[in-house]
């Protein structure tokens, strides 16, 4: 208890410090509801934000466009750790910012050093949803809230078609971006209309979702995911998600012999630059070349017993940028795939030039080389 008493005290002492904020648009102190249907009150602007999960940068670069690491004092660098040359683009871009934040390398179990938080010093801690029940067995809520410390609890991923752009809007209110907020989110609901009209009255087609695709080796298959994540944005598209049918909680394996007997009309999968020893996942992201992705696909593609799956026979295996499932910038994953299960009715939508005009546009990052999508012809 005294090391707890302690703690508070130098937080206190360390927020008394800091600097007189001027005037801003957002009106504090004020009080939000965030998407664990907690009121959440927030006395000024936060200037020292911890982020539980890193693919928030993502939406920072929205908000903070002119410098997204500008209020992270401590976080989990995910980028860091699965898309290495994505990292390199934001280290390069803004070095010293870059080069700040601690990273705590939070999980989803709940557990964070309090005593490294405390030394961070934070005026908000930003957590996903999904680590609610985490957070509150390990006390970590409780702990904040004596220390002062607000938590506000956003979400990209369990209903990411529905809270991801509203997680922007509500940000871009706490953090005096509203504006900033504003015009990510009129265009992510245009698009969203855009592919919503376009799909209408169609069937669905049947998707496997195959996630993490290649991070445990060549031999390993499948990794899905249920009625979550992925599976609601297969949703948002248009399409059925069979992880939903054949899994009973969020995520999941599924052996192959399951998938050719469900025969899906898509197959799907996610990848990214992951850094495990063994994986082979096409590497989706930033920096990276078209023909390296594709060759990717291909040699999982490649793997015994895919061949007696239509969809890969058809040529209809589309692939993603996995850090779009619990990223804001999903919309582009949405149109992609409502083009990869519903292609004619579609044509006048082009991911690709949307995520140039979400990057050059609403970010600093401008027009970075980046490889989000791609597709498998038959064969």
Known sequence: MKLFSRLRLALQASLFALPALTAHATDYPLTVTDFAG??????????????????????????????????????????????????????????????????????????????????????????????????????????????????????????????????VELLGKVLNREKEAEEYAGFYRSHQKAVDDAIAGTAKPKVFIEALAGRKGADFCCFTHGDVYWGKLVQAAGGENLGTRMLSGRTGDVALESII??????????????????????????????????????????????????????????????????????IYAIEYLAKALHPDETKAIDPDADLKTILTRMTGLGDVPVVFGARLAGK
């Open 38 to 167: 907690r009121s959440v009150e927030i006395k000024s602007e936060p200037k020292r934000v911890v982020l539980q999960d890193g693919r928030d940068l993502f939406t920072l670069a929205l908000l903070d466009r002119q410098d997204p690491l500008q209020r992270v004092v401590a976080w989990n660098n995910i980028l860091s750790r699965s898309d290495r040359q994505g990292w390199a683009l934001f280290q390069k871009k803004w070095p010293e910012s870059a080069a700040r934040p601690v990273d705590m390398k939070f999980g989803d179990d709940g557990q964070m050093n309090m005593e490294q938080i405390v030394a961070a010093r934070p005026d908000l801690v930003i957590v996903h949803a999904r680590v609610k029940q985490a957070l509150e067995d390990a006390h970590v809520l409780d702990s904040l809230k004596a220390l002062g410390v607000p938590v506000l609890m956003i979400d990209s991923e369990m209903e990411p078609a529905v809270n991801a752009v509203k997680s």
């Open 261 to 330: 007997g469900a025969q899906p009309d898509v197959y799907m999968m996610s990848g990214t630059p992951f850094e495990d020893k063994a994986a082979v996942s096409p590497a989706f992201g930033f920096d990276i070349d078209r023909a390296s992705v594709e060759q990717g696909m291909s040699r999982l593609m490649a793997r015994k017993g895919f061949e007696h799956i239509k969809a890969v026979q058809d040529g209809h295996v589309v692939g993603l940028y996995h850090q779009l499932y619990s990223s804001v910038w999903n």
